[in-house]
């Protein structure tokens, strides 16, 4: 279904019936990411899948938005379905919104599930600030006057080479994964109050094991679990575990 939130139309689906659970998706991705696990914790809860704004179905902001701008219209929408107090599940760019949310507004989230999240500053090796420097750079010279459209083009393949995949595909919500990008939510961690399951498969190539342990360290009432053989999508590489270890996890008196 669609609701006007914040101005922007954003789509999100409704399943099962019980205690709220709320899902949200990576960058790139949409609410349709997560495959079989909405169905699954439909059998137990009521479940509640966002496409995010920019993503699936749900309109882009007019202008970059900020980690903090995610959370806001995520709990403007919770309201708007009604819904006072909720568990969250966010996967790396939803696992974001889900630290911003529940460190924010204790008192809405109920338990936390973050799956390869992202929002860890990780450490930048030598490598990372040439790249970096030589992006600057390039858009530095060929901004000048006289490169027209040639010097547009340069940039852009410039950037497409040393920017990450999320970089190259990201066209008009670059602005937004920059921002987001920038921000390390570290300083969050302590404020969490909610029981955090904290989920991670030893094959991602996108979140390292560091940043997970940063969190799980973070956080008072988390727990940390590996899956092995799994990517940065384990609902979808080991979908019988994750399935079985979420739901035990969010059921009333499961304690991280």
């Known amino acids: 279904m669609l609701a006007r939130i914040n101005g922007l139309d954003t789509y999100f689906s409704v399943e099962g019936r019980g205690e709220p659970v709320v899902l949200l998706h990576g960058w790139g991705a949409s609410s349709q990411s997560f495959g079989g696990l909405t169905a699954a914790l439909a059998e137990a809860f009521r479940v509640l899948a966002v496409d995010l704004p ?21 709990l403007r929408l919770l309201q708007e379905a009604g819904v006072g107090r909720a568990a969250l ?8 919104i889900a630290i911003a949310l529940a460190a924010r507004q204790p008192a809405r989230v109920s338990r936390l599930v973050l799956v390869a999240s992202a929002g860890i500053r990780p450490r930048r090796r030598a490598g ?8 600057k750079l390039a858009r530095r010279f060929f901004s000048l006057p006289g490169w027209g459209a040639t010097g547009e083009r340069i940039i852009a393949r410039v950037s497409g080479r040393l920017g990450s ?8 919500m670059r602005p937004t994964l920059v921002k987001v990008g920038n921000e ?16 991670w498969g030893d094959q991602d190539q996108e979140v390292p094991r560091s940043a997970m342990e940063t969190v799980a360290a ?5 727990r940390l679990v590996v899956f092995g053989g799994a990517g940065h999508f384990p609902f979808l590489d080991v979908p019988e575990k994750f399935c079985g270890m979420v739901k035990d996890f969010l059921q009333v008196g499961g304690m991280a």
């Open 54 to 74: 920019g993503f699936g179905w749900s309109q882009a902001p007019p202008v970059a938005w900020g980690i903090a701008d995610y959370a806001g219209h995520v």
């Open 89 to 96: 599940l966010g996967h790396s760019f939803g696992g974001r």
């Open 128 to 135: 990372y600030y040439a790249r970096v420097a030589a992006a």
């Open 165 to 172: 995949r999320d970089y190259r595909r990201a066209g008009p």
């Open 184 to 199: 390390d939510l570290t300083p969050l961690l302590p404020a969490i109050q909610a029981p955090t399951l904290i989920l």
């Open 218 to 222: 973070g956080i008072p009432r988390s």
